[in-house]
């Protein structure tokens, strides 16, 4: 399944692609809270870069935990006019998964990982089509 947010303008935009993790414990979500929000863990591919070394290497930045991704539940993208990239095309795949075991202390200090329950997460991702990828963990089951 996958879905467009935005309209897009007769502009040049700026292409990122990104892979994320919704991993699922006890009926939690793991997310990471920032100062500006929450956010699946994840980020952009960095060149030749794979869904899945994207995901082990930002879980380890982000958390310090080792990442097991299970299957791919669904993609979006958005066309945004972002404050300082300017005309900005994110692409984001999101994957269920685990995190399997601590194993350092996450690189990125401003990043803290929380174990929340899907209707206290539901529509408070930052990034509208978190919240769209939210729902659809929620209606597949794969928590």
């Not at 006890?26 to 591919?45: D, H, P, S």
């Not at 795949?93 to 996450?106: A, D, I, N, Q, R």
């Not at 991702?125 to 597949?140: G, K, S």
Request: aromatic fraction near 12%.
């Amino acid at each position: 399944m996958h879905r467009t947010f935005g309209d897009k303008q007769n502009a040049e935009y700026l292409d990122r692609e990104g892979a994320y993790l919704i991993p699922c414990r006890n009926n939690k979500i793991g997310v990471i809270k920032t100062m500006k929000g929450y956010f699946f863990l994840g980020g952009g591919l960095e060149k030749g870069e794979s869904h899945l070394a994207c995901i082990e290497r930002e879980c380890l930045e982000e958390a310090g935990y080792v990442a097991c991704v299970k299957n791919k539940l669904c993609s979006a993208e958005a066309y945004v006019e972002h404050p300082t990239i300017g005309y900005f095309h994110p692409i984001q795949t999101y994957y269920c998964g685990e995190l399997l075991e601590k194993v350092t202390s996450p690189t990125e200090t401003d990043h803290i990982l929380c174990w929340i329950e899907y209707e206290e997460l539901k529509g408070n991702m930052f990034v509208e089509m978190q919240n769209w990828a939210l729902e659809r963990l929620f209606d597949c089951g794969c928590k």
